[in-house]
């Protein structure tokens, strides 16, 4: 008897424990998102990524539609190549899109921004594993400085 | 039952026993007396094996305890119980829940024979009354009675009591020497008493060593024992304060040593 | 000079000395016979006694942490205009740092140092030495059931904190000092690895659960059965195994988050 009794208070304590795994997996890391949604994949090369890592978000007028996948070094021109998984339900951009690194405020993190283009007969729409032409990559800081001297000396 | 030959045991550099033997026969009561702190529990661990010997053979019902593989040790505990000094009831049961213990951890008796079982070693010590109080509900004398409860409960072949008497009144104390020798008798029992109460050991013991300075200096039925010819055996027997045991501990000379403080 | 060398040899060997010990009777617990026959009550009774009885604590040092976390994050977020940066900052601190840390160090005070006593006093009472003559192994019965519900609860006790803490700092940020709720989760949602931070703070737990619960079964087990003994004891395992949980955090965290 006080034995089941026990076994209830302990069965509870283990259901609010996995409710706090389930809150920090859902809510905090949002691993749902990615991984059960149904996603289609864009390919992209960058001049530069900047800071872009895998995981970052994917926004389209400050909606995120998807996230990174991966990112690698394409072998022959030495740029980078990033994966989008782009969000099923977002799946009709014009191939006219561009794509570009931004930041999210001063110090933040940086995102791709999706900018969709036109659309008319000869535009198709992009489909899984095409790749996006129109690209803009991070802005350095550094090469920004660089830039603004060089006017400055020319003037 | 219990055979010791030639036991040498130290702790540390301390000998405690050295090359002792001694005889514990099947049905009997027997008792070891001696002063105290010359380890009398600790013989009671050897025999019951939570001790090692340094040399020598404890030998208890046809097995050697120091040479037992784990699992046939706990095998043979199965057979022996102690009943320790302090009573060592189990504070976070009752007491039924206690006696209880052994045959529900060594038996799958269902509960309504257990509580049979509980309720007749209960009423051996007379505490059926008092099954439902936790241990710290009982006064010193009712806990070594509901300890002893639960020391006979699987009927033990072997049982062993550590200073039954010490710290009992006159009432508790005789109870205990009533409730030892009647166990005995009627269970069967060989029982090894522990003890430095000289008259109640006298009154029930069948045999008695009297251990002293790490080994044993007399042993005896009561009777022959207080005809023993060693004088220590004597002082021992009739408790006087000085003797072959001196009263005072080890010192230099007390003359000398009251002028250094002068100086 | 030399009786500080002997000194210290002495330490050194007295060390190893308590670890063999420890580690004789993690195994006798885990690997001894014979094995109690009806075990399950006993666990169950114990995950009650460390687990749940720890609960209260757990829940109130965590809102209170993720609370304060909130306060101080934001005063100095908002200097830099970057609030929106407040929840990956509870929560990396949470799941990282302090969830498994102060998880550990309360649980060491609360059943840690409970565990000790109630060991050593059973010792001190000779109830540990009576059980085993009467066949019961004291290893298996008393130490076994402590360990598991110890090794087992404190993880799901760090879990419980963590999402505590996030509430608790949700509540400061959002609902106090008026941060963007939606902001709140989404900052956290990019910042925060299921693996990289939540997992590896499950192993970081774990790791301190079975530090923790060793060295509070083993000060216990080994204690000096005298009332002074006993309260030395459970001094030494507060001591012990807060300074463990501290070193061995400051290991796990290089390997982990270092590279």
Redesign the interface.
Known sequence: MT?RK??V??GA??A??I???L???L?????G?TGSDETYKLLAKFENIGGLKV???VKVGGV?VGRVSDIQLDPESFQPIVTLEINASYSNFPETSSLAILTS?????QYIGLQAGFVDETVTILKNGDYVENTKGAIVLEELIGQFLFNRGNS | MVDIQNLTFRRGERVIYDNMSMQFSRGKVTAIMGPSGIGKTTLLRLIGGQLKPDSGSIVFDGANIPTLKRHELYQARKKMSMLFQSGALFTEMSVFDNVAFPIREHTRLPEAIIRMMVLMKLEAVGLRGARDLMPSELSGGMARRAALARAIALDPQLIMYDEPFAGQDPISMGVIVRLIKSLNDALGMTSIVVSHDVTEVMSIADYVYIVAERKVIGHGTPAQLLQHESPLVQQFLQGQADGPVPFHFKAADYAQELMEMKG | MLNKLQQLGAATIGTIQGLGRASLMLFGALWGRPRPVKA??LY??Q??VV??LS?LIILVSGLFIGMVLALQGYTVLAK???E??LGPLV?LSL?RELGPVVTALLFAGRAGSALTAEIGLMKATEQLSSMEMMAVDPLRRIIAPRFWAGVI?MP??A??F???G?LGGHLVGVDWLGVDGGGY??A???????YD??VNGIIKSAVFAFIVTVIALHKGFDAIPTSEGISQATTQTVVTASLAVLGFDFILTAVMFGG
């Open positions: 034995t026990l076994e208070i302990v304590f283990v609010i424990a409710a706090a795994l809150l920090l997996a809510k905090v890391a949002n691993t998102v995981r970052s978000p995120v405020g001063l110090l933040g993190e | 399950w009550p169950v009774k995950f009650y687990g749940v609960l830099f205009g970057a929106q940066m929560a799941l609860c799901l006790l879990l419980i963590n999402a505590v996030i989760w989404s956290m949602q990019a910042n925060v690895d299921f931070d939540i």
